[in-house]
Every structure is written in structure tokens, then in C-alpha cells.
């Protein structure tokens, strides 16, 4: 009985409705606060006059409620039947309809809400009728409903509620924006979230589209957060506009993001909320920085175990850090209790993937993108599974449909440029992963890349200059660091090439140590910059322990064929005609990144590196091509005849490509 006075009591003022729908001005259905108030006042003041009963409509109203709020939706379906029936006033019509709606009987709420004019008439009326054309995908007519352009976009239109509620014209210019996304008009679907938070900046729905699906690029998101009306907010305009900040894009204004993440968490207690930690681990998966990003991941699931937003970051450390065993149960896990859900197919075709089972990793993503079609992590998950078994075509179509559902991300352009770039596009990849570049400038990865294409360019100095850019992003990350094996290798190339061999020596070192040793194309690479110099023996040593790493290894079989020749007649007739004709064969991108499984990281989506070099992206064709063309230094038709077969060998697959000769072990 207390807790019905203290919700359901009638306001003394008959002109506060309690059973007006949401959105309207005297709604007071939701502020329990001011009905308690009013209680309070009333029995503090036994002289006033005694209130106005009940009347039978109102009764029922009260029972349907409560029934409502319990779920008991037989109870409330059957006496908001018998409310309408005595009232025929729409905003019961609203309520019955509300019934069906949440019982997902979606025809016939659309049904009861185009029965009379007067009820079409209604603004709620028509919201709900226009959700319930949503989802049952209708979106032809939702739009119809909806109207296709905003009628509240006129910066004139202050009208605010009072009972703290969101405006339903924001809400219908979110259903707006659903259409469009849904129909694949993303840039008519931005402009509708977009002005859907300007009408009221408590549609944080609109703003979660804009923010995870990375609608607007990260300087039109700080942008857009300064144009925000946070006077709507009321006495929270400082409290929202914090956590909106904290929402935004981490590729910039990386102090401002921290700054805000301070003052929540020391003068509005938040530092164990879930979503501020969650954009802390935005903040790190960005950075690249799997293991702490793992660490916050985990902290978040302990709290809420089936967080759907955190999951695609969570996920992606684990494929990139190797937790194969956590990413089998979650999936389990999750295929239990959410079996509809296309997060838990990503989860279930990540797993696959973590264990080189291509075919059916591909089922998994292809059935959460037929679940979620704008699920830009499913696409991308899906496209791997073409880049990782060669079919350059597949994978450019299905990551361009995901650069379209992630426009302000940088990793599907990173992703079309890998493969242009496996392609030997060079400047169609240098388009990309410019536009790439534009986006985040603090990729490992993609510097790498951006050094592979200046290096087959020949312009070493710029090729220097991005993977010394990119040791610096990576230099104090706490991911494993055989993830930038392939950055030192790469920077010891350039340095052969370059004539520095001694440097290209450092690096090389490096290299094997961060991979303990246990990498045969570091050894070969070793081992033709000792040939090089003239150091027969020491070259037979590295080559030597790299056949014993890998015995099948033709690259170092024919190095080391060569050395022993060299050594045996102590001549270097073949080492400058070497060292062009391999230079290209060495030359390795990092591995392939499955970042982005991701909104973000995605933000993405959305950090992850392969374990498997198959997936990588060092110009897997770029080896046949480059060794088929003539040599500027061919001093005897011997020496000519040893090199055609060697191009020959390659041409047929005989000896390894990129990915072979510049592979990165896995944990």
C-alpha cells in the first residue's frame, strides 16, 4: 500500500495529467519525485480541502499502470481494452498500443494507432506507429509516417519539457536516422542523429549511433559537441557534456578526453562506472595497447558479464594477445544465453579464426552480418577470411561496405590499401592508406605500411622516416612485442639498401631478439647482409641456424648454396646482382591487423595483429614481379641462367613469398 501512494497517487492539480504519454508537457508519468512531493505536501496539511475521488476511468488507468510496470502485459492489455473502450482518447490508445508493442506484437499495435483519425493525429500516436513500422521493417512507410525531412530543425524551436522528459520530435528524428541506416543512406542517417541530439540533447540514442558507428570523422565529433544545447539537461548540462566528451573519438584531443575522465571520476564519483571505463578502454585499444585494454575489459565484464558494447574490443585483445581458451567460452557462453544476438556469431567466427579455420569463421561472420547488416565489426571479421586465403577481390568489396558503415574510422581504408597494396596497386593503396593516415597518425601499423610503399618506391628516406614512426607509436606499448618484429626488420632492409649495412645489421639484431631467436627469415636476412659485406662465414652460421629452424626454407637454402659457392672460390661476382634481385623479397608489412572486429575499436571498428602470416600484407605478389624483371647488373649468361630459374622457382610457387620469407612466428 505504501508503495502505491507513493507512485500512483492522483496530483492534486487537475491539470497535471498522470496518464498524459511521454514527450507531452504535463506528463508527469515518470517523475515520481514531484507525485511523492505532492503526497508529502497533502498530508502535511490536514486543513486543506479533501481531493476529488477517482473516477472509474482513472481506477483503471492505475491498475493498468501498475500491471504494466510489473509485466504482467495479459492484465494491462485486458484493461487497457476496457479504458479505451470508455474513453476513446488516444493517449489510452497510446498506452494499449504500448502493451502490444512490448509484447512484440508490432502488426497489431500499428493496427490500434491507425484505427481513428484522431488517433493519428496524436504525436506519440505516431511515433509508436512509426516504431512499430521499424520493426517490422517497413521502411518505405515508417518514412511516410516519419516524414523524410526534419519539421524541428529551425534553431527557433526552444521548446523544452517540463517534466525532464526527451522530446519526442528528437525521438522521431532518431527513428528518422534508423530508416535511412537501415536503407543504407548513412549520410542522410548522420544528418538525422545528428539533429535529432540538436532538438534535445537527451536523445543519447541518436548520439550512441553517431559515436559507435563513427559516423562523423573525429574533428566533426568535437566539432558537433560544441554546437549541443546542454541547457536542456538542466542542472546536469556540466554532467552530460562530460560524458559525452568522454564518448568521442580518442585519435584526438587525447588531453581534453582526460581531462574530462578526471573531473568524473574525482568530483562526480564515476571512476567505477562501467561506460567510463569503457571509454578508457576505447582510449587504450586505440593506442594499440591490448594488454591494458585487456585488463579493463575484463575489470567491466566482472561488473556486467554480457556488456554488448564492450565486447568487440574485449574480443579483439584476446585474438591479438592469443587467449583462444577465454574467446571459446565466451562464445559458449554467449551462444547460450543470447543465441539471436550477432555479437555472439562475431564472437563465435573470431574464435574460429584464432585457430586458422577459415570456412567456418567466414559462416559465423556472414550469419551476424545477415543478423546485424551494418554491423561494420561482422564485415570486417568477414573480409579477413578472403584477405587471409588470397582473394584480393572479395575482401575489397566487403571492406568497402564496411568503410561505408565507418566513415570516421581509419582501419577499413587501412584494410583497402593492405590489399591494394598485395596487389601491387601501389598508388591505389598510397590513396588509402593516405586517407587512412589522415584519420589517425598513430597506427603502427599503418606506418608500417605507408614505409613498405615508399620503400618499393625507392624513396628510402621517407620509408626510414615512417618506420622509425612507427618504433615510436609502438615503443611503449605493453603488447607483445614480436607484434613489431616486422617494423625492425623492415628498417633494417631499407638501411641494405640504402648501403648502411651495418645499421641494417642493428636492426636485424633486434629483431632476433625480440623473436628469441626462433625465426628463420631474420637469420636469412642476417645472413645476406653478412654476403654482402663479405663475410662468407659468418653468413654459412646464420643461414645454417636458420634451415635448422625451418629445413624446408628455399630462400635460405639458395643463400646458403650461394655462400658456400662464394666461400669456395672467394669471389663476390654475384653479390651485387643478389642483393637487387632479393631486396624485394625481404621487404614485409607487419602482419595483417584485425582491428576494428571493430567500432573501435573498432573505433574503431573496430587493434587486433594475426597470429597467422598468411594474413598478412607484405606484397605477397610484389615477390614474383619484382624477381621477373631484368637485372641492370648481369655480368655472364651463367649468372643470368642461375637467376631466371630462381624467378622461374618463384614464379612457380617453389620458393616462398613474403609472407614466407618475412614470416612472424605466433605465440
Not at 291 to 302: A, G, P
Not at 385 to 412: C, D, N
Amino acid at each position: 500500500m505504501e508503495r502505491r501512494q507513493n507512485i500512483f497517487i492522483t496530483p492534486p492539480n487537475p491539470q497535471n495529467n498522470l496518464f498524459e504519454s511521454p514527450g507531452s508537457l504535463l506528463s508527469l508519468f515518470y517523475n515520481t519525485e514531484n507525485v511523492s512531493g505532492n503526497l508529502r505536501n497533502n498530508a502535511a496539511a490536514p486543513d486543506q480541502p479533501a481531493q476529488e475521488p477517482l473516477s472509474r476511468a482513472e481506477k483503471l488507468r492505475l491498475w493498468r499502470h501498475d500491471a504494466l510496470l510489473q509485466h504482467h502485459y495479459e492484465t494491462a492489455e485486458y484493461i487497457g481494452d476496457k479504458v479505451l473502450s470508455l474513453t476513446n482518447d488516444p493517449n489510452d490508445a497510446f498506452w494499449l498500443a504500448q502493451v502490444y508493442f512490448n509484447r512484440e506484437n508490432y502488426v497489431r499495435a500499428h493496427q490500434l494507432l491507425t484505427s481513428k483519425p484522431e488517433f493519428e493525429q496524436s504525436l506519440s500516436c505516431r511515433y509508436l506507429c512509426a516504431y512499430s513500422l521499424i520493426r517490422l521493417e517497413q521502411w518505405d512507410e515508417a518514412l511516410d509516417l516519419l516524414g523524410e525531412t526534419n519539421p524541428f530543425k529551425d534553431n527557433n524551436y526552444k521548446v523544452r519539457n517540463t517534466d525532464g522528459g526527451i522530446r519526442l520530435e528528437a525521438s522521431m528524428c532518431y527513428l528518422r536516422g534508423l530508416v535511412f541506416a537501415s536503407q543504407n543512406n548513412f549520410e542522410r542517417a548522420k544528418e538525422a542523429y545528428k539533429e535529432a541530439v540538436i532538438v534535445d540533447v537527451k536523445c543519447y540514442e541518436a548520439f550512441n549511433e553517431l559515436v559507435s558507428n563513427s559516423f562523423l570523422s573525429p574533428s566533426e565529433q568535437w566539432s558537433f559537441i560544441n554546437q549541443l544545447n546542454y541547457a536542456d539537461a538542466d542542472d546536469n548540462d556540466e554532467l552530460i557534456k562530460l560524458l559525452y566528451t568522454s564518448r568521442l573519438s580518442k585519435y584526438m584531443n587525447v588531453s581534453k578526453f582526460t581531462e574530462a575522465e578526471s573531473i568524473l571520476r574525482d568530483e562526480y564519483r564515476l571512476g567505477g562506472n562501467t561506460d567510463l571505463l569503457q571509454s578508457r578502454a576505447d582510449y587504450l585499444y586505440v593506442q594499440c595497447n591490448f594488454d591494458e585494454c585487456l585488463n579493463v575489459c575484463e575489470l567491466i565484464l566482472d561488473k556486467d558479464p554480457f556488456n554488448f558494447s564492450l565486447l568487440p574490443n574485449y574480443l579483439s585483445c584476446l585474438y591479438e594477445l592469443g587467449g583462444r581458451n577465454k574467446l571459446f567460452l565466451k562464445a559458449h557462453q554467449l551462444a547460450e544465453t543470447h543465441p539471436t544476438n550477432p555479437l555472439t556469431w562475431l564472437a563465435i567466427g573470431i574464435y574460429y579464426l584464432s585457430i586458422n579455420k577459415v570456412i567456418e569463421a567466414r559462416k559465423y561472420f556472414s550469419k551476424a552480418t545477415m543478423l546485424n547488416p551494418n554491423s561494420g565489426q561482422a564485415w570486417i571479421g568477414f573480409a579477413h577470411t578472403f584477405a587471409m586465403e588470397g582473394e584480393h577481390e572479395q575482401a575489397i568489396s566487403a571492406y568497402a561496405f564496411a568503410a561505408r558503415l565507418f566513415p570516421g574510422t581509419h582501419i577499413p581504408n587501412l584494410f583497402l590499401g593492405m590489399q591494394h597494396l598485395q596487389m601491387n596497386n601501389v598508388s591505389l593503396a598510397e590513396e588509402y592508406l593516405l586517407a587512412s593516415y589522415q584519420i589517425c597518425n598513430t597506427d603502427p601499423v599503418l606506418l608500417n605500411e605507408l614505409g613498405v610503399i615508399n620503400y618499393h618506391k625507392n624513396s628510402l628516406q621517407t620509408a626510414e622516416a615512417f618506420f622509425q614512426e612507427a618504433l615510436g607509436a609502438a615503443k611503449y606499448l605493453n603488447s607483445d612485442s614480436k607484434t613489431w618484429i616486422s617494423v625492425h626488420l623492415n628498417l633494417g632492409h631499407v638501411y641494405r639498401r640504402a648501403n648502411q649495412p651495418y645499421k641494417a645489421l642493428d636492426c636485424f639484431t633486434q629483431a632476433l631478439k625480440l623473436s628469441h631467436r626462433n625465426n628463420s627469415n631474420i637469420l636469412s636476412s642476417i645472413g645476406l647482409v653478412h654476403l654482402k659485406l663479405g663475410n662468407q662465414d659468418d653468413a654459412i652460421i646464420a643461414l645454417h641456424d636458420a634451415l635448422a629452424i625451418t629445413p624446408s626454407d628455399p630462400v635460405a637454402s639458395d643463400l646458403l648454396k650461394r655462400a658456400l659457392e662464394l666461400n669456395k672460390s672467394n669471389s663476390s661476382i654475384f653479390l651485387l646482382e643478389m642483393d637487387s634481385k632479393l631486396s624485394d623479397v625481404l621487404i614485409s608489412s607487419t602482419r595483417f591487423k584485425m582491428k576494428e572486429f571493430g567500432r573501435r575499436k573498432s573505433q574503431h571498428l573496430m587493434d587486433i595483429t594475426t597470429t597467422n602470416n598468411k594474413f598478412a600484407t607484405p606484397l605477397g605478389n610484389k615477390t614474383r614481379n619484382v624477381l621477373e624483371r631484368p637485372s641492370r647488373s648481369r655480368t655472364n649468361s651463367a649468372q643470368e641462367t642461375d637467376l631466371d630459374a630462381l624467378a622461374a622457382d618463384l614464379k612457380r610457387g617453389e620458393i616462398s613469398s613474403d609472407e614466407e620469407v618475412m614470416e612472424i612466428e605466433s605465440d
